[in-house]
């Protein structure tokens, strides 16, 4: 059992930055790959970046490549997602999913996750 609790998220304006954080309580949550997803007013939730168990390996959506940095600090148990110049489009709300099985070769896919956190609110205005 992997629970998950993001957090970070809050109003900003276009070009300024946030960064959120994904806490995990399960034990064994390091040896799992994990990503974030995110889903806008009225639309579908949409993919924005997976990390590999060991950090090792990292991956993008093509709309926040070069924007937003995913890592993870395993000593914490956290998953954290820095957003820097951030646009309106941005705006959604962000969930963190953690892999179903660990030590996963790669990055896992979007057919790969498993558990999901609640989560948390991010605006930006232009």
């Known amino acids: 059992q992997v629970q998950l609790v993001e957090s970070g998220g809050g109003l900003v304006q276009a070009g300024e930055s946030l960064r959120l954080s994904c806490a995990a309580s399960g034990r064994t949550f390091k040896n799992y790959g994990a990503g974030w997803f995110r889903q806008a007013p009225g639309k579908e939730r949409e993919f924005v970046a997976a990390?590999?168990?060991?950090?090792?390996?990292?991956y993008y959506a093509d709309s926040v490549k070069g924007r937003f940095t995913i890592s993870r600090d395993n000593a914490k148990n956290t998953v954290y997602l820095q957003m820097n110049s951030l646009k309106p489009e941005d705006t959604g709300v962000y969930y963190c999913a953690a892999d179903t099985i660990p030590f996963r070769v790669g990055v896992p896919t979007t057919t790969n996750f498993g558990s999901w956190g609640q989560g948390t609110q991010v605006t930006v205005s232009s």
């Open positions: 990390i590999s168990w060991s950090g090792g390996r990292t």
